[in-house]
């Protein structure tokens, strides 16, 4: 007898089919409504979820459970590897001040910022006010990126937020997690409402932040160096593709285990890896190259399309429902904190250093600063308390309006600010 029950079937071997039948959905749909794929697969994931609650979905959501743990640490990192794998060292070093200060001062103004704002305008408790400014000021550029492959933008633009988005992760992961242990130590876990200050070491925890990030860089180097030589050795595609895999999760896996930052290595073993490596004089042929440079856009390509499902299936739209003045005070915090850590740092490297930025491509930075997987697998992470039921539902909001509004608020100024450039069907 064979058993057709649904949520036995998505819990055993037929999750994988059902999956790439989902991606396969979602790419004509978006080719039909002109909407990133990505997009749509969220609304996917919303629609299965609302169809379970409202009792007329074939699927039970709830039995679809992802560890959050996957997401951060083999559904991320290849992202990340990829993006970097793909910018030009060269090209890197004209925006790297901007990018470097962007992912790391930037994300530290948007904590603080918007830490204050939804603590003293929205009246959430200190402790849930920052964790949450922390674990949502990273930036997902995917949307983005193919936004911009629709209209021709400046390529210096899309390298910036394609670092940034790189190695922002980190930063955030970093503050939220020393957010985390403060409210651990005073138990506003388990008590969020008694959290009225938060008591921390600044030079302490500066001092923490720069071990774990630099502290992953030397990490991922360290590896993708080991793999230049290795390379050499090798005269086989799949040797080749495999090393590069290895790299990629050796680094991560190591540096998670010094806790240092398994992201930052991530980001670092991949421009090195695809600068001196892959395009090293001697290390890959052109059937190689060509070979390994299409086995990760399709490891992208699938794992962007995992983190996007997993954000819909995530959504609890009824909860969000019930918050939404609280969730629209945080969507407007998020968005100012954004406008303060974007606007002054590029401000001041277009004024005292070589990198140049005119003021419509400030705008496209600071609008184009959408939230992704990265802020729910966060929050997820948390065990079950009253605190983290207040940052779940805040930060769903928060990312579900940041791919509604800012999305065709993107689109359209972009249109407006590149006017040359031709849309490409």
């Known amino acids: 007898m064979v058993d057709l029950n649904l949520n036995h079937l998505l819990r055993t071997e037929w999750v994988i089919p059902i999956f790439l039948g989902m991606i396969f959905l979602a790419s004509l749909l978006a080719r039909k409504i002109k909407t990133p794929y990505t997009m749509v697969l969220v609304g996917i994931g919303i629609a299965i979820s609302l169809s379970h609650i409202s009792g007329f979905g074939p699927i039970d959501v709830s039995q679809f459970k992802v ?37 790391t001062v930037g994300v530290a103004l948007a904590t603080v910022v918007g830490g204050l704002l939804l603590s003293y305008v929205a009246g959430l408790p200190t402790i849930v006010a920052f964790a949450f400014a922390a674990l949502i000021a990273p930036t997902d550029a995917a949307i983005v990126i193919e936004v911009f492959k629709k209209v021709k933008v400046p390529s210096t633009l899309t390298m910036l937020m394609q ?14 997690s020393s957010i985390m242990a403060v409210a651990l130590a005073q138990g506003s876990v388990l008590e969020p409402s008694v959290a009225g200050q938060i008591n921390v070491n600044i030079l302490e925890q500066i001092g923490h932040f720069a071990i774990v990030f630099f502290g992953g860089i030397a990490v991922g180097l360290g590896f993708a160096m080991g793999a230049r030589f290795l390379i050499r050795l090798m005269d086989e595609p799949f040797a080749e593709t495999a090393l590069s895999v290895a790299v990629l999760f050796g680094s991560v896996v190591v540096a998670n285990a010094l806790q240092l930052s398994g992201l930052v290595a991530a980001a670092a073993s991949g421009l090195y890896f695809g600068n001196l490596v892959m395009k090293g004089k001697g290390n890959m042929s052109e059937k190689t190259l060509m070979y390994s440079s299409h086995f990760w856009e399709m490891i992208a390509f699938f794992a962007n399309s995992v983190a996007f499902l997993y954000l819909g299936l995530s959504m609890d739209i009824l909860n969000l429902g019930s918050k939404l003045p609280l969730i629209a005070m945080a969507f407007g915090a998020v968005l100012a904190a954004r406008a303060v850590s974007t606007y002054p740092i590029l401000s001041a490297t277009h004024k005292f250093t070589k990198e140049k930025w005119p003021a419509s491509w400030r705008n496209v ?29 805040i930060t769903f909001g928060v990312v579900l309006a940041s791919l509604i509004v800012q999305y065709p608020i993107l689109t359209r100024y972009i249109k407006k600010a590149f006017p040359e450039t031709t849309i490409q069907q």
């Open 67 to 103: 560890d959050p743990k996957l997401i951060l640490y083999f559904i991320i990192p290849p992202l990340i590897f990829e993006a970097m794998m793909r910018i030009d060292r060269e090209q890197f070093k004209t925006i790297r001040i901007s990018a470097l200060l962007l992912a």
């Open 163 to 176: 670092s940034e988005a790189s190695l922002n992760d980190a930063t955030g992961v970093v503050i939220f």
């Open 365 to 393: 930075v600071m609008i184009g600063g959408m939230r992704g997987a990265l802020s729910v697998a966060l929050v997820a992470t948390l065990p079950e308390s009253e605190f983290k039921e207040i940052l779940k539902t």
